[in-house]
């Protein structure tokens, strides 16, 4: 039995789990971001972690960013590291444009169609679990915006239900951000927005953007922003209006229920690991009542039958 199918406690196993990336940030020749951040490492790192897991992912999802300048050389590279890795986990590969996205070059080598300015909105069903993706890029800008013709689009899309229900992939996510700065680069009119997805069967709103992990509630749905693969904004910097760190890379794992859905950040790197409780303990573990179980992983005075006892 995969480990990802075990039901111990009260849930079964989610119906799917999809990956939420966001910006990679690739810049031509695989050149470091900002002289400093590893995009290309960063990312193969974040996808090797990914293929070695336990997690089946049906769907690898990159929020926006994909590049840094919208170089084709840029997209490229990211669609050559990322395609091999989607094909050999078996998951559906869905990109979203960003702000720092251009559309000819990400309708081109992205998607491989021809090389168009117009929206780069999407539909994909998952399993019955129907995924749009929204663009919010406005050309020659670094905000979000709608068009008229983008919500209608839309409302016409969520009139009819999925069957596992909906969720929306967007770039900027329309929440507060926490670094005020960053709200002159937020999605315009949200309001809009809100009138079109109130009461329909969109279960989540996915986005990027903020290069933070965050949540919220928008239109009575939950809101995940997932974390960035090239660099992180430190929420917690000293007379700094804005200020990137080489660190806290990381990505999200969007793990789907029946009636809920569980979003957990997964740092990017390779790290000592100091307690652990080997995969060979699971067949034990299975033959043990709820009971048994409860007083092996449970009580206090067992648990080191097992390992080392775990700090939480």
């Not at 209006?241 to 794992?253: D, I, V, W």
Request: aromatic share 6%.
């Amino acid at each position: 039995m995969e480990r990802s199918a075990v039901q111990l406690g009260q849930y079964p196993p989610a119906r799917q789990v999809i990956a939420h990336l966001s910006e990679p940030h690739f810049l031509a020749g695989g050149a470091p971001l900002h002289g400093a951040a590893a995009t290309v490492d960063n990312l193969r790192q974040a996808l090797t972690q990914l293929e070695r897991s336990e997690h089946r992912i049906t769907a690898l999802v990159f929020t926006g960013d994909l590049t840094d300048l919208g170089e084709p050389d840029a997209y490229e590279r990211l669609r050559d590291l990322v395609e091999p890795f989607a094909e050999r986990m078996g998951a559906q590969l869905i990109w979203v444009m960003g702000n720092h996205d251009e559309r000819p070059e990400y309708s081109r080598v992205l998607l491989r169609e021809e090389p168009s300015d117009a929206p780069q909105d999407r539909v994909y069903d998952l399993n019955g679990l129907r995924l749009i993706v929204l663009d919010t890029s406005v050309p020659g800008y670094h905000h979000g915006d709608l068009t008229e013709g983008q919500l209608d689009w839309l409302r016409a899309e969520l009139r009819s239900q999925a069957p596992n229900g909906t969720l929306l992939a967007l770039h900027h996510p329309p929440i507060p951000t926490i670094i005020e700065v960053m709200a002159t680069l937020e999605l315009l009119d949200q309001h809009r927005l809100e009138d079109v997805v109130r009461g329909t069967d969109v279960r989540g709103i996915l986005g990027g953007h903020l290069h933070y992990a965050t949540s919220s509630v928008f239109a009575g749905v939950p809101v995940s922003v997932a974390p960035a693969s090239c660099y992180a904004l430190s929420l917690t910097a000293e007379n700094r209006l804005l200020s990137g760190l080489n660190g806290g890379q990381a990505f999200n794992l969007v793990h789907v229920y029946d009636d809920r859905i569980v979003h957990s950040v997964v740092p990017i790197g390779e790290f000592a690991e100091i307690s652990a409780l080997g995969a060979e303990a699971l067949p034990g573990i299975l033959a043990m009542s709820p009971e048994e179980r409860r007083e092996q992983l449970s009580a206090k005075r067992a648990f080191a039958n097992l390992g080392d006892e775990p700090s939480a």
